[in-house]
């Protein structure tokens, strides 16, 4: 219904600002390439924690400012969203957003580690945001994707999306919030997300080692 695009809408803005990584994956392949991160070998700093540890501050210094504006456009817009969820899913909506924001880190950052093999990621990095942003669900709601056929018997495009870890930075959190995924099928889907943020960083930490294997800097 119209209620409900507009609910989910504003909802995916929350779980956009949690995943979201502006310049992390092109900040990491520019350190390579002008041999900033070269400190990072010889200090007794882990790099990835590092990052990670500078997003969760971003993000905390981010919704304290933006925290007022969130508030008075939902407030405005109120009347669009059905009753608040219960305990439970509000509990499982806190969880997607928290998962969601390391399956975004984790993403970005073993993208931006291609680096160590491709002196310019930038147009790499430019595939990867219109891939992520058409199958997010940023757009629009990945049930609008049933109708197309994936190719495999049986299934449409968006039952695809929904084994694939893009939904779970944009769709996933507004779904939990307007109800549209309960029971035995939330659980699911909150496994599969946390197996995709194990996967992804499993992904990061061999990039950074095999990375880090390769590279070469000279100089103080």
């Given at each position: 219904t119209r209620d409900n695009i507009i609910a989910y809408y504003l909802l995916t803005m929350v779980s956009r600002a949690f995943s979201s990584m502006p310049g992390l994956s092109t900040g990491i392949a520019r350190s390579v390439r002008d041999g900033s991160i070269k400190k990072f070998l010889v200090q007794p700093v882990d790099y990835v924690s590092f990052l990670l540890a500078s997003r969760v501050a971003h993000k905390l210094v981010y919704y304290a400012v933006a925290i007022i504006p969130f508030a008075a456009v939902?407030?405005?817009?109120?009347?669009?969203?059905?009753?608040?969820?219960?305990?439970?899913?509000?509990?499982?909506?806190?969880?997607?957003?928290?998962?969601?924001?390391?399956?975004?880190?984790?993403?970005?950052?073993?993208?931006g580690m291609l680096g160590f093999w491709f002196m310019e990621v930038s147009s790499l990095v430019f595939g990867y945001m219109l891939i992520q942003y058409f199958l997010s669900g940023h757009m629009f709601p990945v049930e609008m994707l049933g109708d197309i056929p994936s190719g495999l018997p049986g299934t449409s495009l968006a039952d695809v999306v929904?084994?694939?870890?893009?939904?779970?930075?944009?769709?996933?959190?507004?779904?939990?919030?307007?109800?549209?995924?309960?029971?035995?099928?939330?659980?699911?889907?909150?496994?599969?997300?946390?197996?995709?943020?194990?996967?992804?960083?499993?992904?990061?930490?061999?990039?950074?080692?095999?990375?880090t294997r390769r590279y070469s800097a000279f100089g103080g």
């Open positions: 939902f407030g405005l817009c109120r009347g669009y969203f059905p009753p608040a969820p219960d305990a439970s899913t509000m509990a499982a909506f806190a969880l997607s957003l928290v998962l969601s924001f390391l399956l975004g880190f984790f993403m970005e950052a073993t993208l929904l084994w694939l870890p893009f939904h779970f930075t944009a769709y996933f959190p507004a779904a939990i919030w307007l109800g549209k995924w309960q029971g035995p099928e939330l659980t699911r889907l909150l496994l599969i997300e946390a197996a995709w943020v194990v996967i992804m960083f499993v992904a990061c930490r061999i990039a950074w080692a095999r990375g």
